[in-house]
Antibody, heavy 118, light 106 residues
Framework: QVQLVQSGAEVKKPGASVRISCKASGYTFSDFYIHWVRQAPGQGLEWMGFIKPSGGDTTFAQQFQGRVSMTRDTSTNTVYMEVRGLTSEDTAVYYC???????????WGQGTLVTVSS | DIQMTQSPSTLSASVGDNVTITCRASQTISSWLSWFQQRPGKPPTLLIYQASSLQTGVPSRFSGSRSGTEFTLTIRGLQPDDFATYYCHQYYLHSYTFGQGTRLEI
């Protein structure tokens, strides 16, 4: 079955960077986009961007362009997302999700809590 | 960017009720809209995709519809397990946004 397993919680200081991983299994890794979405405490879902595992192409929401990068390792079926220049407003649970053209994002990782605090 | 306006933000209902949640897109998104359910501390769960297609395993009391740029999620005969937060999500032409969410409370 499709599984997306994310790395563990992180605590970072303002100005630092964080890299979160999302390891996929149960399907052909290169065939499906991986999206990243975040959710600040008590808030709604915010779409950040996606990566095409087949070629590594990325697309980001405007507010994250230049501060977020996404990469993939096809040898381990893992996608990475890095967020730079962290502020307290980046404190959130970050989710990776697998999408298809028809269903949109149907499978999600368990989430990774990133806490930014001095 | 395509904006999704979801309403209401909070909905109070009782077990057995029928409820409706609405999302309006700021421009055409064809039928590229999904609905998610989310419980506290958990990732979202896909309920409906392409505006009206029921995801495998989702109870048939959930249904979705589209009229132009207005989309509706209907839950018929609320069950205790349905009290959660619901989000619409558009995925048109590699532009992705979520509605603000609707908290369905008892």
């Amino acid at each position: 079955q499709v599984q997306l397993v994310q790395s563990g919680a992180e605590v970072k200081k303002p100005g630092a960077s964080v890299r979160i991983s999302c390891k996929a299994s149960g399907y052909t890794f290169s065939d499906f986009y991986i999206h990243w979405v975040r959710q600040a405490p008590g808030q709604g879902l915010e779409w950040m961007g996606f990566i095409k595992p087949s070629g590594g192409d990325t697309t980001f929401a405007q507010q994250f362009q230049g501060r977020v990068s996404m990469t993939r390792d096809t040898s381990t079926n893992t996608v990475y997302m890095e967020v730079r220049g962290l502020t307290s407003e980046d404190t959130a649970v970050y989710y990776c999700g697998r999408s298809t053209a028809v269903t949109g994002t149907g499978h999600w990782g368990q989430g990774t809590l990133v806490t930014v605090s001095s | 960017d395509i904006q999704m306006t979801q309403s209401p933000s909070t909905l109070s209902a009782s077990v057995g009720d029928n409820v409706t949640i609405t999302c309006r897109a700021s421009q055409t998104i064809s039928s590229w809209l999904s609905w998610f359910q989310q419980r506290p501390g958990k990732p979202p769960t896909l309920l409906i995709y392409q505006a009206s297609s029921l995801q495998t395993g989702v109870p048939s009391r959930f249904s979705g519809s589209r009229s132009g740029t207005e989309f509706t999620l209907t839950i018929r005969g609320l069950q205790p397990d349905d009290f959660a937060t619901y989000y619409c999500h558009q995925y048109y032409l590699h532009s992705y946004t979520f509605g603000q969410g609707t908290r369905l409370e008892i």
